[in-house]
């Protein structure tokens, strides 16, 4: 199983994918948060605010750990990553019920540790959130730690270049997940997806949805790894 890993990682075509997820989600996610935000805006909606607050957030996440494994700044890139996914709770909340936006934009600090905590969101989620897999990133991209050691730029020279290929396929598995997510909610919070709405056109709804979906398609196909490594260094 390592060797088929290691191989799926090395893979070159599969890596430009990865890479290419990485960079062309967060975009889109920020195109779409934009639109979103400015219709909320003039709506006065607090649970739309919110949803396009919370992918506005997961899009600068994602397109900042791409930046930062760019120039090998791995440990400081998973801390983003490790914040990714409390986003993609978020987002699944919102997904299912247009009060948990509602609720999370009118929060207080009180009101975020009582209710918005990774352990509260896991709970009240009809997903099954894998929590072995949030503590993992806590211990290498939460508070200090020593099991993030590895991450650090002298640490990880003596470490193989594909390792570092797993950081890449780890944050595309995670914005992949999120695009999900996102896409899911919509029907709640987009115009476009709102018959009564003057905006509805259903097809238009996500902006960039054929292209994700082509990408996404072209990737899972290629990379034989893609949903081999849930956890980084696994």
Same mark, same amino acid.
């Given at each position: 199983m390592l060797a088929t890993l290691t191989a799926g990682l090395?893979? @070159?075509? =599969?890596h430009e994918l990865r890479l290419r997820v990485a960079h062309e989600i967060p975009q889109r996610l920020s195109e779409n948060a934009l639109r979103l935000s400015v219709h909320y805006l003039l709506e006065s909606d607090a649970a739309g605010t919110g949803f396009a607050t919370i992918t506005e957030m997961a899009a600068e996440l994602g397109g900042g750990a791409a930046q930062l494994f760019a120039i090998e700044r791995w440990y =400081?890139? =998973?801390a983003l990553v490790r914040q990714l996914i409390e986003?993609?709770? *978020? *987002?699944?909340l919102m997904a299912e019920d247009r009060a948990e936006a509602d609720g999370w934009m009118r929060s207080s600090h009180a009101d975020i540790v009582a209710r918005f905590m990774p352990r509260h969101m896991r709970q009240r989620s009809v997903r099954?959130?894998? @929590?072995?897999?949030?503590?993992? &990133?806590?211990d290498r991209g939460g508070h200090p730690n020593p099991a993030g050691r590895h991450l650090l730029r002298h640490w990880s020279i003596s470490e193989p270049q594909l &390792?570092?290929? $797993? &950081?890449? *396929? %780890? *944050?595309?598995q995670h914005l992949a997940d999120i695009w999900g997510s996102f896409v899911d909610g919509l029907r709640l919070y987009d115009p476009r997806m709102d018959?009564? #709405?003057p905006l509805y #056109?259903? &097809?238009r709804s996500p %902006? $960039? =949805?054929a292209a994700v979906a082509d990408l996404l398609k072209e990737w899972l196909a290629v990379d034989p790894v893609a949903d081999r490594l849930s956890e980084p260094g696994s």
């Open positions: 090395a893979d @070159q075509r =599969a =400081a890139g =998973a986003c993609n709770y *978020l *987002l699944t099954n959130f894998r @929590q072995s897999e949030y503590e993992v &990133h806590c &390792h570092r290929n $797993g &950081h890449w *396929l %780890d *944050l595309a018959a009564a #709405s #056109s259903p &097809h %902006d $960039g =949805a």
